[in-house]
């Protein structure tokens, strides 16, 4: 799909580590931005800062979690932006734990952020795109939903279900002009990891690598440009090591535990308890990252 100065793209997450470099690389293309977050706090200055660029641009903060706030989302969009070509669904909640700890609400919240909202925003948009005739999805999925790393297993699931999501929406929408693409970046070097890394000092795994939001963010309108199904985003080759799973499950699980990423996430939360322990904190009753940041 082409972007210009007569596209208007939605971002979610817009204020996060992905969401800025995304608003950023948008705005390379003149595209107008409707920017959502939640809590926001650092929606007006990057609004002004795309203004300053010469980009229309207009935020709201939401909380989408909640279904009336996805409405109001789109309601609100439409009577004071216009129409949205092109939703970029980039909004993410992460917990790092043992499944067993989560709590219900904590479950809730990634799978009603990185996966329902998606899903209901999708809906909500796509009449319009379909009746103009002109539309593009992306959604940010991860690694993570293709490896499916140990005390990630919500965030996982969400991530997962946004390829298939993706899959299926291309199938569906086929010769409309309207299309999906899915983004699966590894560990980035901004939004949850950079939270991460910083709270735990703990760093990704060698052989995995880190890649710059900014390399995430030229996926991203790659993706809408050239109608590319799938991006995957990270510092070396990881396509083979997916394959090799697909074709022979045992043999896949065993190369991705040899990459070390769970044992980066075990680490990660054995650090985060020890830090709450000093602290004096419940460790197992508490959010590991920002609401709603990526």
């Given amino acids: 799909m082409k972007l210009d100065k007569d596209t208007h793209v939605l971002v979610t997450g817009a204020s996060g580590g992905l969401g800025v470099p995304i608003a950023r690389e948008l705005a390379k293309h003149g595209v107008s931005q409707a920017l959502v977050a939640f809590p926001g706090v650092e929606l007006p200055p990057l609004k002004a800062e795309l203004e300053k660029a010469g980009i229309r641009a207009f935020y709201l903060v939401a909380d989408l979690r909640i279904p009336a706030e996805r409405r109001r989302v789109v309601e609100t969009i439409g009577k004071e932006f216009g129409e949205i070509d092109a939703l970029i669904n980039n909004a993410g909640v992460e917990f790092t734990r043992p499944y067993h700890r989560l709590t219900e609400e904590e479950i809730a919240s990634v799978l009603g952020v990185n996966l329902e909202a998606p899903m209901a925003l999708t809906r909500l948009l796509l009449p319009g795109m379909l009746e103009r005739g002109r539309g593009h999805i992306v959604n940010m999925s991860s690694l993570a939903g293709k490896s499916?790393?140990?005390?990630?297993?919500p965030y996982a699931a969400t991530k997962a279900g946004l390829v298939a999501f993706?899959?299926?929406?291309?199938?569906?929408?086929r010769g409309t002009g309207v299309s999906a693409s899915a983004i699966?970046?590894?560990?980035?070097e901004a939004g949850i990891y950079a939270r991460s890394r910083e709270?735990?000092?703990?760093?990704?795994?060698?052989?995995?690598?880190t890649v710059p939001p900014e390399a995430v963010?030229?996926?991203v309108v790659r993706s809408i440009l050239r109608d590319q199904p799938q991006?995957?985003?990270?510092?070396w080759p990881v396509r083979p090591l997916f394959a090799m799973t697909e074709m022979f499950p045992s043999l896949g699980a065993w190369l991705t535990r040899m990459t070390g990423a769970h044992q980066y996430f075990k680490r990660v939360y054995e650090a985060q308890r020890n830090a709450a322990d000093?602290?004096?904190q419940?460790?197992?009753?508490?959010e590991d990252s920002e609401l709603q940041s990526d």
């Fill in 148 to 153: 499916g790393p140990a005390y990630q297993e």
């Fill in 166 to 173: 993706t899959t299926s929406l291309r199938a569906t929408y």
């Fill in 184 to 188: 699966c970046p590894g560990f980035v």
């Fill in 199 to 209: 709270q735990s000092g703990c760093a990704a795994p060698a052989i995995l690598g």
């Fill in 217 to 219: 963010a030229r996926a």
């Fill in 231 to 235: 991006a995957i985003v990270n510092q």
């Fill in 278 to 280: 000093q602290a004096g």
């Fill in 282 to 286: 419940a460790p197992d009753n508490r």
